[in-house]
């Protein structure tokens, strides 16, 4: 008998079964794992082996292909989230959540062909699918938290508060990172430590999350200074300014129409006369929120060296001790 026509009708069943095709009805998913069961059995009969051989190499053969499959489709969905991430084009949270979706359905289909495959196990499996009804009932109770979870998940990709790539703060923990991945289940943030916190999509979907890449990038930093009430108050918000306007990650928010009636460029003001400092503020705009954070230790350090050139001073608590004798 010639191999390749014995194996042949193993690949289309396995196939008919789940792998590339799914046939509806779980009768048809039995009929083909015993025909392939039986061309296995085929094979092993010729070498003299024993009948429950013949199901093992079954057992292998499609976890084998499983295995083969489940590596086609991350390859082929990861390749098409990282052209999208480059071109900026498709929303690249879609597909993870759809790789995992097919993922899911894969295990199942190779799971329900391995449990047909094992003798008296079809007839649990289906008594199980009839009293299926039942089954929902108690399942529904116990994965509550679960199907909360993937609801969630449905959510955030439906209304899209955020997507892989987006930086957020979730409020509630006070927790900030980047969106690395959004499963059934969870979504993964890195953290700026290069840390991952893994929060449950049921959580996160009904949690205050602040976006710094929801519609607008641009991300504006605020920055206080208290200077001496001796110091010379519009030469610090000149010398303030000016450090800001000279900073190559500083970003114009200035409209056409404020640059043409000669709105300055960096936006600094006085906030507070406070007991012992002139509180000035600066308004710090960024592309984005990594340059936000560099512009204001940059400018912090800065300001330091070129009022200490200035003689500007800088305000700090006094304590004046009177001795009464």
């Known amino acids: 008998m010639n191999l390749t026509m014995t194996l042949m ?5 396995v196939g008919s079964a789940g792998v590339t095709e799914v046939i509806p009805g779980q009768q048809d998913t039995a009929e083909a794992t ?58 690249g949270t879609l597909l993870v959540f759809a790789k995992n979706i097919v993922r ?30 039942v089954i929902a009932v108690v399942l529904g109770f116990a994965a509550q938290d679960a199907m909360s979870n993937v609801a969630g998940g449905v ?11 987006d930086f957020v703060r979730y409020v509630d923990k006070d927790i900030s990172g980047t969106i690395e991945e959004i499963t059934l289940r969870h979504t993964v943030i890195r953290t700026p430590q290069n840390k991952r916190l893994i929060i449950p999509n049921g959580t996160i979907n009904a949690a205050v999350v602040e976006n710094a ?32 306007e000279h900073n190559p990650l500083y970003f114009d928010p200035r409209t056409p129409e404020q640059i043409a009636a000669g709105d300055p460029k960096v936006t600094v003001r006085v906030i507070e006369l406070s007991d012992s400092a002139v509180v000035l503020r600066a308004w710090l705009w960024a592309a984005n929120v990594g340059e936000a954070f560099q512009l204001k230790c940059e400018i912090n350090q800065a300001v330091k060296e070129r009022f200490d050139r200035e003689g500007v001073e800088f305000a700090y608590p006094h304590m004046m001790i009177v001795n009464k004798k």
């Open 155 to 165: 959510m955030i990709l439906a209304f899209k508060p955020f997507s892989i790539g």
């Open 213 to 244: 890449n929801y519609l607008d990038t641009q991300v504006c930093e605020l920055l206080d200074i208290g200077i001496t009430y001796e110091s010379d108050m519009n030469r610090a918000i000149e010398l303030l300014r000016d450090e800001i």
């Open 34 to 91: 015993e025909n392939a069961i039986k061309s296995v059995q085929s094979i092993t009969g010729m070498l003299h082996l024993p009948t429950w051989v013949g199901r093992l190499v079954f057992i292998l053969l499609v976890l084998l292909v499983t295995h083969h499959v489940i590596k086609v489709v991350n390859k082929t969905f990861d390749s098409l989230i990282d052209r999208m991430r480059a071109t900026g084009t498709g929303s």
């Open 104 to 133: 899911v359905l894969i295990y199942f289909f190779a799971a329900l062909i391995i449990i047909y495959s094992i003798p008296g196990a079809k007839s649990t499996v289906n008594m199980l699918l009839a009293s299926g009804g």
């Open 9 to 13: 009708p193993l690949t289309q069943a």
